[in-house]
Every structure is written in C-alpha cells, then in structure tokens.
C-alpha cells in the first residue's frame, strides 16, 4: 500500500515561492504527479514526472513558473512553485501513477497541503 505525505504548503504572497515535498512509502516505483483543488472546483492536474525522472508533463498554467522534481534514494518528490499567483491557491495533492504516455492517476493520494497566495 502506497502512502504519501505532502508537506511545504503555506502563505505567500503574489510573485513569491514555495517548494512543496511529497515522501512516499509502502512502494515507490511509480510515475508521481501533484494535483490541486481551489474551493468549489474539480481537482486538476498540475504536473508530473516519470520514475527515471525522463519525461515530465505540465498544465499549460504552470508551464514555466511550476518545477516537478524527484529524488528517489529519498522516495521524495518536489514541485518548486516560483511567480505564484492568487489563481494557484488550492490544496495541492501528491499522487502515485503510471501510464506510457502522458500520466495516469492512480488512486493513491496523499492527505493535501494548502497553498495560498495573496494579492
């Protein structure tokens, strides 16, 4: 049984940076993503990373602000969050997966770690 614990979540303001962590366990050779999900909306995806850290995948709101990472002798997964806006305030979730191309979500989540940003 996968289990994944985020951490790194927090208060900033418009412009600044957060760089949230997610520690897996219980098997951990899997492709990882985060997912976010703002008040009142459906959870999207944010990025994710192969578990050769080969490929990675971004939505096209992060692209170049947002950075998925992973180091896995620490079973640990990044995502440095630079030039935050108020629109990426959300509980971000880490999330264990697969898929050949592009990446599926398997049911694996961890329990979520707020982000706000303020304006």
């Known amino acids: 049984q996968v289990q994944l614990v985020e951490s790194g979540g927090g208060l900033v303001q418009a412009g600044g940076s957060l760089r949230l962590s997610c520690a897996a366990s219980?098997?951990?050779?899997?492709?990882m993503g985060w997912f976010r999900q703002a008040p009142g909306k459906e959870r999207e995806f944010v990025a994710a990373?192969?578990?050769?850290?080969?490929?990675?995948y971004y939505a096209d709101s992060v692209k170049g602000r947002f950075t998925i990472s992973r180091d896995n002798a620490k079973n640990t997964v990044y995502l440095q969050m630079n030039s935050l806006k108020p629109e990426d305030t959300a509980v971000h979730y880490c999330?264990?997966?697969?898929?050949?191309?592009?990446?599926?979500?398997?049911?694996?989540w961890g329990q979520g770690t707020q982000v706000t940003v303020s304006s």
């Open positions: 999330n264990a997966g697969g898929g050949r191309s592009g990446y599926v979500p398997y049911d694996y």
């Open positions: 219980g098997g951990t050779t899997y492709a």
């Open positions: 990373i192969t578990w050769s850290a080969g490929s990675t």
